[in-house]
């Protein structure tokens, strides 16, 4: 997917040199979690809004360079990694940089999220199953295999959680032969934690439930 189509330029990096209150007063207009931060015409990380506000505003931003936060993303990264990395600097702006580390701008979390919304995985009619199976066990081709055995199509999937030695998987694929594929994770061992209204395994335990506390109650 095109990304650099989204980048912004309508912020320009605060010199190192900039006064700390002036940092201040921007953070008062925007919404960022951060602002970009240049030495002598290069991009050198960003200073986020909350370690702003602990600055003493009588001095410059470069007596706390220490606190700058170096994150980036280059003009040729892939929108995943950048998703990965707004997620993991907990940003909603990421800097831009070109060839030879020059900054060229910005994304907003917002515009990248925009392309993952466009994705099949999300605009596809579909069903969402979510599974989950030892760490040690589970594997991708397996997962795959047993969807497309049973005719159906994958739009998506992803690991969406680990927990100790669990690995939770989530997939959206076509509507066609959904009972079939959750009785076949099944077989493969796999728990199946979403709920379908087609799964007639689930519905059978359940009447033989209500009939096994009927026969108690008799």
Not at 17 to 39: C, E, G, I, R, W
Not at 118 to 131: C, K, M, R, S
Not at 158 to 170: A, D, G, L, Y
Request: some cysteine; overall charge negative.
């Amino acid at each position: 997917m095109q990304t650099l189509n989204y980048i912004i330029n309508d912020i320009e990096p605060f010199d190192i040199s900039a006064k700390v209150k002036d940092v201040q007063t921007v953070f008062n207009q925007l919404t960022y979690s951060h602002v970009p931060v240049k030495k002598e015409g290069h991009y050198i990380g960003c200073v986020s809004e909350n370690d702003s506000y602990c600055f003493d505003n009588t001095k410059l931003l470069v007596d706390f360079q220490y606190a700058l936060e170096p994150f980036h993303v280059l003009e040729d990264t892939n929108w995943l990694d950048i998703l990965e990395a707004f997620a993991l600097n907990n940003s909603n702006i990421m800097p831009v940089l070109g060839a030879e580390n020059k900054y060229l701008g910005y994304y907003e979390l917002g515009d990248i999220m925009s392309l993952f919304n466009n994705t099949p995985f999300l605009n596809e009619a579909g069903g969402i199953i979510v599974v989950e199976k030892d760490i040690q066990d589970y594997s991708f081709s397996e997962v795959c295999q047993i969807v497309e055995s049973n005719g159906s199509r994958i739009f998506g999937i992803f690991i969406s959680k680990i927990e100790k030695e669990i690995v939770q998987i989530t997939l959206k694929i076509g509507h066609s032969a959904l009972n079939s594929i959750v009785q076949t994770f099944r077989r493969y061992n796999y728990n199946v934690i979403s709920h379908h209204e087609e799964d007639k395994f689930m519905e059978d335990l359940k009447d033989r439930s209500e009939y096994l506390d009927k026969y108690l109650n008799i």
